[in-house]
């Protein structure tokens, strides 16, 4: 049941629904995701690498949806 109403978000806001899967899924392992499905974002809080202490972020956008107005 959940996998459905995933499919029928994505769908419903025209996002591919491999880009919107996939991206969510590569993400979840860092904490403090955050995703804004209608407006195709998908970013990560900062992160910080234990062998070089960089912090950065990681900020994905979806493009290619119908316009909206």
């Given at each position: 049941?959940?996998?459905?109403?995933?499919?029928?978000?994505?769908?419903?806001?025209?996002?591919?629904?491999?880009?919107?899967?996939?991206?969510?899924?590569?993400?979840?392992?860092?904490?403090?995701t955050t995703n804004?499905?209608?407006?195709?974002?998908?970013?990560?809080?900062?992160?910080?690498?234990?062998?070089?202490?960089?912090?950065?972020?990681?900020?994905?956008?979806?493009?290619?949806?119908?316009?909206r107005g």
């Open positions: 049941m959940g996998l459905e109403k995933k499919k029928n978000k994505f769908s419903k806001l025209g996002i591919n629904k491999f880009y919107g899967w996939g991206f969510n899924n590569l993400l979840n392992k860092y904490e403090d804004n499905l209608k407006e195709g974002n998908i970013s990560t809080g900062w992160i910080i690498s234990e062998n070089n202490k960089v912090r950065f972020r990681i900020s994905i956008y979806i493009l290619g949806g119908p316009q």
